[in-house]
């Protein structure tokens, strides 16, 4: 049964002056749902997620979160909405229970549950022996940390998470990812993603919209996004006699699973579907051509592959950028509000 929809967008476009951040964008989420966008820096995924929180206003087009048209009733929707920026807003000068707790108070959540909220959400990202230190104090993913959890502690029926693991170091990301994957799986939360980490996409998304110059380009789970290139998996065989490389190669193509086939070196790349599968058929027609395999590895296709399948380009793992607080990610500094 189709559950229903925490958000419905269509048709939604904005620009800043000349430049179309986000172009004709249609789809929905269901509740319950970890929806992701990835694209890379400047794909118009910040633009598309202060829509959705209400931050800015579409040029056209409409956007329906939790029951809630973002044009007409923004300040109902900023109620039921969690939402962890690009920067880091945390107060430095401020502890991590005092910024938990004002955060709290913004939302009017009642002294006794807020402290009982707090406590468990800071146990949460394993935060309780820091929650009484300055923020100043801490490590970026510590900060993130606590800024998501203090994104929960109204329990927002959306979460927001806009670029969550930007400038983090690996462990840090990772650290962050197991604190939204063990939240999640005790709570029935809708949370949207926003990302240019491919892992991060396939690890953390049921669906994920590929996003590159303000439109959507594919939208599915990471399984079937990656199953929709031909050839979905490569199968790298090192060859021990090259001077047979070329018979290989003619009988491997005429296997139906096989879509390309480059050589580079005594190495041949064999773009297949179902590797796993189809490696033993592959293997005996090699046998058959007289040549011999010194070693066997598959690779299976990534988000990356399949951005660059639709675009022709790759997403590059971008240094965190400098964001104005005042300004925010997503509005050319140029054009202010």
């Known amino acids: 049964m189709q559950k229903p929809y925490s958000i419905e967008v269509s048709g939604l476009t904005k620009k800043f002056g000349e430049i179309t951040a986000v172009n004709d964008v249609s789809f929905t989420v269901s509740e319950g749902e970890f929806f992701g966008f990835l694209g890379p820096n400047g794909a118009g995924k910040t633009t598309l997620i202060r829509i959705l929180t209400t931050l800015l206003k579409p040029l056209t087009g409409k956007a329906v979160v939790s ?11 900023r109620q039921k909405i969690g939402v962890v920026p690009q920067a880091m807003t945390s107060d430095l000068d401020l502890t991590g229970y005092e910024n938990m707790d004002i955060y709290g108070r913004f939302y009017s959540v009642p002294g006794r549950e807020r402290k009982e909220r707090i406590a468990s959400l800071l146990d949460m990202v394993g935060l309780t022996n820091r929650a009484q230190d300055l923020v100043a104090t801490y ?3 510590m900060r993130r940390r606590l800024e998501i959890a203090r994104a929960l502690v109204h329990t927002p029926e959306v979460l927001f998470l806009d670029e969550p693991t930007l400038g983090l170091d690996p462990q840090s990301r990772r650290v962050v990812w197991e604190f939204i994957e063990n939240f999640r799986a005790k709570n029935s939360l809708t949370i949207i993603l926003s990302t240019h980490y491919m892992e991060e996409a396939e690890s953390l998304c049921d669906r994920v919209a590929i996003i590159d110059a303000g439109k959507i380009i594919a939208l599915d789970s990471p399984e079937n996004l990656k199953a929709q290139i031909p050839g979905n998996d490569i199968i790298f065989l090192s060859l021990s006699d090259l001077s047979k490389a070329d018979a290989v190669q003619t009988a491997v193509a ?3 699973f096989v879509h390309k086939i480059q050589m580079e070196d005594n ?11 189809n490696l033993p058929s592959l293997m005996e027609q090699v046998k058959e051509s007289g040549e011999t395999v010194s070693s066997v590895t598959i690779h299976r296709q990534s988000l990356e592959d399949v951005f660059i399948h639709y675009t022709g380009k790759s997403i590059r793992d971008e240094e965190a950028k400098k964001v104005s607080f ?3 990610a997503g509005i050319p500094r140029t054009l202010g509000r």
Do not use: F, H, T, W
């Open 67 to 77: 029951c809630c048209d973002v044009s007409e009733d923004p300040e109902s929707i």
């Open 139 to 141: 490590s970026g993913g």
């Open 254 to 256: 005429k296997i139906p």
């Open 267 to 277: 190495i041949m790349r064999v773009y297949v579907d179902n590797g796993a599968q």
């Open 326 to 328: 005042l300004i925010g």
